[in-house]
Nanobody, 126 residues
Framework: VQLQASGGGLVQAGGSLRLSCAASGRTYPTYFMAWFRQAPGKEREFVSRINWNDGRTYYADSVNGRFTISRDNAENTVYLQMNSLKPEDTAVYYC????????????????????WGQGTQVTVSS
């Protein structure tokens, strides 16, 4: 599976961006697609995930109510609509795919994902 993330950029606080992640190659089975982010000097953190089959969504508390994850199964693409952006949202955003079932799965740990995109920079100015 290859993941190609795009859509990052520079935006003022309060603005919006929409990230996209296109999956190609052997994309079946895919159980979850997720977005993580990593700010300079910080660990990679979970942002949001979506169940590829039934569309259920999950969010980190820090973005709940501001970010929306969605998918287009036909296009094998996942999106992250980011509204009301804050300077603390500044980070490199990575998309990830979970393609193997695990006996225990929390969904918010980076080691639970099998494939990663290259990352796209999001910078929010104050």
């Amino acid at each position: 599976v290859q993941l190609q993330a795009s859509g990052g950029g520079l935006v003022q606080a309060g603005g919006s961006l929409r990230l996209s992640c296109a999956a190609s190659g052997r994309t079946y089975p895919t159980y979850f697609m997720a977005w993580f982010r990593q700010a300079p000097g910080k660990e990679r953190e979970f942002v949001s995930r979506i169940n590829w089959n039934d569309g259920r969504t999950y969010y980190a508390d820090s973005v709940n109510g501001r970010f929306t994850i969605s998918r287009d199964n036909a296009e094998n693409t996942v999106y992250l609509q980011m509204n009301s952006l804050k300077p603390e949202d500044t980070a490199v955003y990575y998309c990830a795919a979970n393609t193997r079932k695990r006996s225990s799965f929390t969904g918010d740990a980076y080691h639970e994902y099998d494939y990663w995109g290259q990352g796209t920079q999001v910078t929010v100015s104050s």
